[in-house]
């Protein structure tokens, strides 16, 4: 009986260590979070910047990128910029950078002028006019977020919106 409750700690014991206690798991929490079982490695991401000029992203030094694909249509889009917002001004930028996509075909003016009426303080969008990441990251939908880590590879993708500020994401990207 003794050996038997012996051997019951010890498969319990070794079934429950794992990286799941180190880094929560995240997709039990949220539904919409996609984690990828071999990471991809991403291709050179190209935007434009407000004054329309192709910038190339290669800086993914911080432990997370978060890339958020979004557009001033998108209702629950609207919803998670201001916690994409938030978040980004509680977090460390070795910690995590935010780069905003917004795959319409508008002016910075009208993109900065929406972000200001949603009191986005931290964060400036790129732009995807022509939809060629869009196609590229094979995208359906709006908002999607891509999940990056320093090695330049897609470890999770948010289909949909979540909630960015809640404390157990919060807790997933500072243990990562």
């Known amino acids: 009986m003794f050996r038997n409750f012996i051997l019951f700690l010890f498969i319990f014991f070794i079934h429950n260590t794992n990286s799941g206690y180190?880094?929560?798991?995240?997709?039990?929490?949220?539904t919409n979070i996609i984690l990828q079982t071999n990471p991809k490695l991403l291709p050179n991401i190209e935007v434009k910047?407000?004054?329309g000029k192709t910038i190339i992203f290669n800086d993914f030094s911080?432990?997370?990128?978060?890339?958020?694909f979004w557009a001033t249509w998108c209702a629950p889009c609207k919803k998670e910029l201001p916690k994409l917002?938030?978040?980004?001004?509680?977090?460390s930028r070795d910690q995590l950078k935010i780069i905003l996509i917004n795959i319409e075909k508008k002016k910075f003016e009208d993109i900065q002028s929406f972000l200001d009426n949603l009191s986005i303080k931290n964060l400036t969008?790129?732009?995807?006019?022509?939809?060629?990441?869009?196609?590229e990251f094979g995208l359906?939908?709006?908002p999607i977020t891509l999940?990056?880590?320093?090695?330049?590879k897609e470890v999770a993708r948010v289909i949909g919106d979540?909630?960015?500020?809640?404390?157990?994401f919060i807790e997933w990207v500072k243990s990562y």
């Open 62 to 68: 911080s432990k997370l990128t978060l890339i958020n």
């Open 125 to 135: 969008s790129y732009f995807d006019n022509d939809l060629k990441l869009t196609r």
């Open 85 to 91: 917002d938030r978040l980004y001004g509680q977090t």
């Open 162 to 168: 979540i909630d960015f500020t809640d404390p157990k």
């Open 147 to 152: 999940i990056v880590n320093s090695d330049k």
């Open 140 to 142: 359906r939908g709006i």
């Open 22 to 30: 180190s880094q929560p798991n995240i997709s039990k929490s949220f």
């Open 49 to 51: 910047n407000k004054d």
